[in-house]
């Protein structure tokens, strides 16, 4: 239930046909299935655990038939709530990898398959025989993905792979709550700004404690989950163009660092102006607050005048506001005096929601454009029938449970639709029938005639419009850059501040940008010739804004009818979709910040500042464009693709799952302390004031724990192993705890603090590219998480550092033809701004 898939051994795009459902005898409650993308794949599905069965979830929702292939003992985290969600629409066999009958029906498999996932441990693929390179000589267009615990990475690629051992030795769960001064600053060794000033009294956070904290969602699963997914997407693409198969990798390591790729950087000049910004320090208030009902809300963006204003009377005074956020002059900045700023209006703000009912300040919040979401639990949030609505959430017939309901189709396409496209099956029901096919004459799939282009990379000769606002749109262009693509960064004449910034500087790394003012004429008639010349644009306006300019994608579809269009979203479609979407916002409405956070234990909620509900959005927008330029590569046809913030978040707590009735069934909550989800998957703290992380899942490893430690309770009292072992564990020291259990074979790390800050003088983090070092103008020397995801024979690639506002304007407009003299011109007349470095 809770580790990692390895063997440890308009202008807003609102598309008729998004999503469809299929027919009701397929167990789903809608409408008959139309074609995905994937329909005439292949896909043998050979992991366990989170990532894997969720990275093939997508292929299977986007019309791909995929077949579970489990041992014949059955998956050993068969039990896990989330296996209900993740295998949906999959067919399951069972088959016997470790005989030689076992592996030739699998060859034969492999034979006719297009792509195969696994998630076995390092060098299990080989030793079955089952390895790329073995496959590959059958069926030279193969496509193989494996998601590892730390890839190849010589000093933990032999560690075991649980997601929480991952978050552990990495030191994810210290930054769960955020690092004092910002983990940039850690990173560095320095305090950070104000270091005199501690956080303001009464802010808490899910537990009330020091130290690492576990959090319920498995970040470093759900990193590696987007980019096995988008990997294999391109690779598709890469097949299409290239005629040669491809292998994926990626690991839950990459995947950690997929969660915390924009907070953990080291820059040659933390001091430039800008960089540095408050809300992943661990001292900042971020907006939760509880109301008169005991219910709490996330009001972000900050505009504590409206706040304190609205609550001064004995009812709630809903008002509008007479200026936006940014030209607010109350407004909280993001710089160290707005930190500052928050620290003294904490209590105020506090004492001002609690006066109304959480359903008040919503409505409130919802009359003047602002956002203010109530903190609900995943059951609440699979219970909307908004959600329901807009087919981010499902009915399911499950065969076991009936009725159920879990997170929907994530990707939304206008021209290939996803669907779900059934229940979970049962452990080898289709075996008969997945073996009596073997010998069919399916091929794999997109076999044309005629050259082929070679690729360097899998996205080599697309170009990428980036017109995306804040973190949710630029970062996915950061993705597709890193797989080939020449992404332009359209930058509006006054994102200078943004751009530089450690989340402007994180999410347009790879990128050029341009500076254009698209209401001038000039300014428009330069973004069109980039149009003539690209493959995809994409957004996260709000409604209305595309169409103003006439871009909107009936628009430009008529124009350019191969352009790939992506407008992602806040909510999903329907009431809220005029409401400022945020991270914040869908991470309180899908139930996220409510687990990460042990609400049900009593606690507070608690927004993880490793949180994907921005970049995850952005990570969904990049597998919808590869997919939707697969597709595009065999028919010639360009499409409209769209997501959510609140589409990320459903993925985050898809372990969750409700009956249609609303009962819930157990699918694990964190205890009141934050220290992991039974006596046998939590967090200790040791003699030395360390921690460790201890995952002993299986009935052996426990065994094993029972006979190193002595005075072990008999039976399986949650509250006596838990006495036991954290009496162990208080009387020894750290080292000697990890020694003594991992020489037993009992999964177990220290929870290393400092990962982060040696992370980057890491030779072999340096030579597997887990770590970047690239330039940027404004703070020089620019070291981030680097490739999360690897490819060969198409590589993935850091074209770049980040780019400044308007950095290569002048650069772009030569190579459309302007003159110097043009550009001079554009710029004195403020249609463009020119930001080349002097």
């Given amino acids: 239930m809770f580790h990692s898939s390895t063997l440890g051994s308009q202008s807003w795009w609102y598309p008729q046909h998004s999503r469809c459902y299929v027919e009701a005898d397929k167990g789903v409650k809608g409408l008959s299935r139309m074609a ?98 073995a496959l590959s000589a059958l069926n030279p267009r193969i496509i193989t993905c494996s998601i590892t615990a730390y890839g190849e990475h010589t000093v933990h690629r032999d560690r075991p792979g649980y997601d929480g051992l991952v978050a552990a030795r990495t030191g994810l769960l210290f930054d769960q709550k955020g690092r004092r001064g910002t983990a940039m600053e850690f990173i560095g060794g320095r305090p950070g700004p104000l270091p005199e000033f501690d956080a303001p009294d009464g802010l808490i956070r899910g537990a009330d404690r020091e130290g690492p904290i576990f959090p319920r969602t498995p970040w470093p699963s759900v990193g590696a989950t987007y980019f096995a997914t988008l990997g294999i997407a391109a690779a598709l693409r890469a097949r299409q163009v290239s005629g040669l198969g491809q292998r994926v990798t990626t690991s839950l390591l990459q995947g950690a660092l997929a969660a915390v790729c924009l907070n953990w950087q080291r820059v040659e000049n933390p001091d430039a102006p800008l960089y540095w910004m408050w809300p992943i320090d661990s001292r900042s208030i971020e907006g939760l607050y509880e109301c008169a009902d005991g219910k709490w809300v996330h009001h972000w963006t900050l505009r504590p005048r409206w706040v304190l204003s609205a609550a001064e009377g004995e009812k709630l005074s809903p008002r509008g506001l007479d200026a936006g956020y940014r030209d607010d002059p109350d407004r909280v900045s993001m710089e160290p005096d707005g930190m500052l700023t928050g620290i003294f209006l904490h209590q105020q703000l506090a004492d001002a929601f609690k006066k109304f009912p959480s359903d008040e300040w919503v409505r409130a919040a919802e009359e003047a454009g602002l956002g203010i979401t109530t903190v609900r639990s995943p059951g609440e949030a699979l219970a909307d029938k908004s959600f329901l609505a807009d087919g981010c959430v499902v009915e399911v017939d499950d065969p076991d449970e009936g009725p159920i309901h879990h997170a929907g189709p994530l990707l939304e396409f206008s021209a290939t639709p996803s669907s779900v496209a059934g229940p979970a099956p049962r452990s080898g029901q289709h075996t008969e029938e997945v073996l009596a096919g073997i010998n069919s004459s399916k091929r794999p799939s997109g076999v044309t005639g005629g050259a082929h282009q070679s690729l360097a990379h899998p996205l080599a000769g697309i170009r990428v419009l980036d017109l995306g606002l804040g973190v949710a749109g630029p970062f996915t262009g950061r993705a597709l850059a890193d797989l080939g693509a020449d992404v332009i960064k359209i930058n509006a004449l006054h994102d200078t501040y ?112 490793s949180n994907m509900g921005d970049t995850g959005n952005a990570l969904l927008a990049a597998i919808a464009i590869a997919i939707a330029l697969y597709h595009r590569d065999k028919t010639g046809e360009g499409q409209a693709v769209s997501t959510s913030i609140v589409n990320a978040g459903l993925l985050h707590t898809s372990y ?71 009496s162990y564990f208080e009387n020894t020291v750290a080292t000697e705890a990890f020694r003594a259990l991992d020489d037993g074979r009992v999964p177990i790390e220290i929870v290393d603090e400092y990962f982060c800050r040696e992370l980057f003088d890491d030779p072999e983090a340096k030579r597997l590219n887990l770590v970047s070092q690239t330039w940027s103008s404004s703070v020089g020397r620019f070291e981030d998480p680097g490739l999360l995801v690897n490819m060969a024979p198409a590589q993935t690639v850091v074209q770049r550092g980040p780019c400044a506002c308007g950095e290569q304007t002048r650069d772009i407009l030569l190579g459309l033809g302007y003159s110097d003299a043009d550009v001079d011109a554009m710029a004195d007349g403020r249609a463009i701004l020119d930001g080349t470095p002097s």
């Fill in 36 to 133: 995905g993308a994937f329909e005439d794949l292949r896909v043998l599905d050979l992991s366990w655990g989170i990532a894997g069965p969720m990275t093939t979830m997508f292929l299977a929702d986007n019309g791909a038939e995929v077949i579970r292939i489990e041992p014949p003992l059955g998956d050993p985290f068969a039990q896990q709530t989330g296996y209900r969600v993740w295998n949906r629409g999959k067919r399951s066999a069972t088959l016997d990898l470790q005989s030689d009958k076992g592996r030739r029906q699998f060859h034969a498999l492999a034979q006719t398959s297009d792509v195969v996932v696994d998630s076995f441990s390092l060098g299990t693929t080989e030793k079955l025989g089952i390895d790329h390179e």
């Fill in 498 to 609: 943004w751009n530089g910034t450690h989340m402007g500087l994180g999410t347009n790394r790879g990128k050029r940008s341009i500076a254009l003012n698209l209401k001038d004429s000039a300014g428009r008639e330069v973004l069109e010739k980039l149009l003539q010349q690209s493959d995809v644009i994409t957004f996260n306006w709000r409604p209305g804004a595309a169409a103003r300019l006439g871009l909107d994608y009936e628009t430009l579809r008529e124009r350019y009818p191969r352009l790939v269009y992506c407008n992602t979203r806040g909510y999903e479609k329907g009431p809220r979709s005029d409401l400022p979407g945020t991270d914040q916002n869908a991470a309180a409405m899908t139930g996220t910040e409510w687990e990460d956070g042990a609400c049900d234990a009593g606690n507070p909620p608690l927004w993880s500042r």
């Fill in 656 to 726: 969750a799952w409700i009956h249609a009735d609303g009962t819930e069934p157990e699918w694990g909550h964190v205890d009141g302390d934050q220290f992991g989800l039974s006596p046998y998957y939590r967090l200790y703290r040791c003699a030395t004031g360390e921690w460790i992380f201890l995952a002993a899942m299986t009935t052996e490893q426990r065994a094993r724990l029972r006979a190193i430690l002595p005075g072990a309770p008999p039976g399986d009292d949650a509250e006596s192993l838990g006495a036991w072992l954290s």
